[in-house]
């Protein structure tokens, strides 16, 4: 079994062929849903790997006043 998946809180959501991709939509749930786990399962090595969004990208969601 080969192949990257999106698991959110705990549920695989999503496969890509490629970590790149996984890692992009991993990063963009969680920009979205701050609150919710968020790891990419690598299948061939059934590894999970914690998914979170740089505090740039969280700042640039922030309307500034």
Do not use: H, M, W
């Amino acid at each position: 079994t080969e192949g990257f998946v999106v698991e959110v809180d705990g549920k695989l959501k999503a496969e890509y062929p490629a970590i790149e991709a996984t890692l992009v939509a991993g990063r963009e749930f969680k920009k979205n849903f701050p609150a919710v786990q968020v790891k990419v399962y690598d299948a061939k090595e059934r590894t999970r790997t914690p998914v979170d969004v740089p505090k740039a990208e969280e700042t640039e969601q922030t309307p500034s006043s």
